[in-house]
């Protein structure tokens, strides 16, 4: 994930498992992966020259969005070369939440501060979320 929103993924942010990755061949031929349980993924038999690398998006979490607003490109034009590795490193964060206001009075600024947004990722606390017994 790209914490810091610069477009890239840098290095300690972690990666996103389940994410298909399409290379397209400079003779126009798709192959697609998927990225590993570390976000990680490796195309191999990619002919010498350009190809595109496209992150197919449909198939990103849905709470997660491109931070490619500031750097990089989707799809990205790479040069494969014979004998050495070609590496990208795409920028995908949590979408933000469109209300930074802690309404609820819970000290967190969450997406459950507006009506009909539950952010599983807040945690729950019976002595901080409404009226009744604690």
């Known amino acids: ?32 992966v998927t990225t590993d349980a570390n976000g990680d993924w490796t195309a191999t038999d990619i002919p010498v ?7 197919d998006e449909t198939t ?3 709470d997660i969005t491109d931070t490619l607003t500031t750097t ?21 964060a949590p ?7 802690d309404t609820d009075g819970d000290g967190l600024t969450d997406c459950e501060e507006i009506t009909g947004i539950d952010d599983p990722n807040t945690p729950e606390d019976p002595n901080t979320y409404g009226p009744g017994p604690f």
């Open 72 to 92: 990089g490109s989707d799809p990205e034009t790479v040069t494969v070369v014979e004998g050495t590795n070609t590496t990208t490193d795409d920028g995908y």
């Open 49 to 55: 020259g350009d190809a595109t690398v496209d992150v």
């Open 1 to 32: 994930e790209d914490t810091n929103g610069n477009g890239v993924q840098d290095a300690g942010e972690e990666g996103i498992a389940g994410v298909d990755v399409v290379v397209t061949d400079v003779d126009g031929n798709p192959t697609t």
């Open 95 to 101: 979408e933000p939440c469109p209300d930074a206001t």
């Open 60 to 62: 990103l979490p849905a």
